[in-house]
């Protein structure tokens, strides 16, 4: 319905007007950008919440682009937003909410921007809104080389990040700043996105520690992650595995600390929403990699170690050489069936002989 929505709104609105012959360019150049706050909504109530930004007649003075789109007849966003309200009313209240970004999961600045209702892809720091604190605060940490570097000060754990600074002034009164420096007393979680090219991932929720002010003024914040089993928010599969493989190797070098926690552990675990995505896979060729096999592991070449109790048929496990996370191709030139022990192996031992493709 989302797709609906959005058309519905160009075909309105901004494909008439990007379509007129004489609407001026600087019009026009301002609602192409425009479409394109729309085209990235993910929501419907989303893009109810951008249109109601203008469900009044702006003030003479404020109406250049709303006055040039009706001297040629042309819809606007005004006249759109209680059509649009009408069109789509029993998809109002579907708006993203903080519970929608997946600790791990990838996302682009647009959806930050949209969600910040800024619809600005160039800040750094993104207020969230609420009544009356602020819900959240995000952050997109760009991890490169330059005069003010963000890095991990503890890999994945802890992060040095720059106040936000302008023309090279850094200042703790500048109000994206303010609110990193009071969210920890108002309890306010700032959600972390490490930013790579147009990706931004979203590393976890962090809260404020201390700041830091350097010889040249320059002043970076201390940010901590918090322990992914005491936030709300959901964790992608890939995150949740390597989380708890790194809480596992922190115990094994902890032995009394470990002793002291075992004794005081609740015996029933609590629970945690993890996501998972999986690939479309093709039955065929796992059942065409099964009956090659014949029973016999394809690397250690020992018998199955069991069979499997629905079917009777000898239990291998069918593995991707070249992941298909990775872009290996789903077909039984690059799958191989494996034992149990193998599989973990191939996944996570040193044995190279697994990573390469089998010749057939």
């Not at 319905?1 to 007007?17: F, K």
Request: net charge neutral.
């Amino acid at each position: 319905m989302i797709t609906e929505a959005i058309n519905y709104v160009l075909n309105e609105v901004h494909n008439p007007a990007l379509n007129h012959p004489t609407l001026d360019k600087s019009i026009k150049n301002k609602v192409q950008r425009s479409k394109t706050v729309i085209s990235k909504m993910k929501k419907i109530g989303d893009i109810y919440n951008y249109l109601s930004k203008f469900s009044n007649v702006p003030a003479k003075g404020e109406r250049l682009v709303y006055d040039e789109l009706k001297k040629l007849g042309l819809k606007t966003y005004e006249d759109l937003y209680v059509e649009f309200q009408h069109e789509f009313n029993n998809y109002l209240d579907e708006v993203t909410t903080l519970s929608d970004f997946t600790i791990g999961k990838q996302y682009s600045s647009w959806d930050i921007a949209i969600f910040s209702k800024t619809y600005d892809v160039q800040s750094g720091i993104y207020k969230i809104p609420g009544n009356p604190e602020l819900k959240a605060i995000f952050i997109k940490a760009t991890l490169e080389n330059g005069k003010y570097k963000n890095e991990w000060l503890v890999q994945n754990e802890v992060l040095k990040y720059y106040f936000y600074s302008l023309k090279n002034k850094f200042s703790t009164e500048y109000e994206v700043n303010k609110a990193i420096l009071s969210s920890k007393v108002k309890n306010i979680p700032i959600y972390v996105f490490i930013k790579e090219g147009t990706i931004c991932t979203l590393s976890g929720i962090f809260e404020f520690v201390t700041y830091t002010i350097e010889p040249d003024n320059s002043m970076w914040f201390t940010l901590k992650k918090v322990d992914i089993y005491k936030v709300d928010n959901p964790v992608n599969e890939i995150e949740y595995e390597r989380d708890f493989t790194e809480k596992v190797v922190k115990s094994l070098s902890d032995v009394a600390g470990r002793k002291q926690r075992l004794k005081i552990a609740p015996k029933t675990p609590g629970i945690i929403k993890v996501v998972t995505t999986n690939f479309k896979r093709n039955p065929d060729v796992v059942a065409e990699v099964l009956d090659r096999a014949d029973g016999v592991c394809e690397f250690c070449g020992n018998d199955a170690p069991f069979v499997r109790a629905s079917n009777g048929t000898p239990y291998l496990e069918v593995h991707h050489v070249i992941p298909l996370a990775l872009g290996g191709e789903d077909t039984i030139e690059n799958a191989m069936a494996l034992c149990p022990n193998c599989h973990r192996e191939a996944h996570f031992g040193d044995n190279r002989q697994l990573s390469k493709p089998r010749k057939i």
